[in-house]
């Protein structure tokens, strides 16, 4: 992404960010950040007429937002979202369908991953590259899942190193 196009979008999250209610949201980072963290979610899942899976990704729920050495060469986010598993989510078993399952946790690693950007001033946006999914068990239709997605900075660096390794993302049922 060319820094024009970052800086542009870093507008379009900004001013989208002032009216967003954030009371709701449970962890360390400020209102302000929460705001921002969640308009830059909202603007990623887009809607259905001009993004794939926005209609599942707009039923995603920010619960809470934190971060933690601050200011460090380690810092790191964690941030959970929560959903409930609906029929169109489903595969024909009634279980919540891999490739569902795989844009979940896409929206819900780019929040921490921007979140983290914009605690130690980098840009964080970016593309999932490599997903490495492992099931325990089937979800099942009207699970509620809660999706845990920690990001790191080490030397100052973002280190997305894919899921179970350094952006971890869980999706656990509850």
Not at 31 to 40: F, L, M, T, Y
Not at 46 to 51: G, H, L
Not at 58 to 66: D, F, G, S, T
Not at 146 to 161: A, E, I, K, P
Request: aromatic share 6%; with cysteine.
């Amino acid at each position: 992404m060319s820094s024009t196009s970052s800086r542009r979008l870093q507008e379009l999250i900004s001013a989208g960010a002032k009216d967003i209610e954030v009371s709701h949201i449970a962890g360390n980072l400020s209102d302000d950040a929460k705001r921002r963290s969640v308009s830059a979610f909202t603007y990623f899942v887009s809607t259905a007429d001009k993004s794939y899976g926005a209609n599942v990704g707009q039923r995603l729920k920010p619960l809470e937002m934190n971060v933690w050495k601050e200011g460090s060469a380690a810092a790191y986010v964690e941030t959970v979202f929560e959903i409930t598993v609906d029929k169109d989510m489903c595969n024909v078993f009634g279980t919540l369908h891999g490739a569902c399952a795989a844009y979940i946790i896409d929206p819900c690693s780019v929040s921490a991953l921007i979140t983290l950007g914009r605690t130690i001033g980098v840009d964080g946006t970016g593309v999932s590259q490599s997903m490495n999914l492992i099931w325990h068990r089937s979800i099942r239709l009207g699970t509620k899942l809660r999706v845990v997605s920690t990001s790191m900075s080490l030397r100052g660096r973002l280190w997305d190193g894919g899921n179970l390794i350094q952006l971890r993302n869980i999706i656990l049922d509850i």
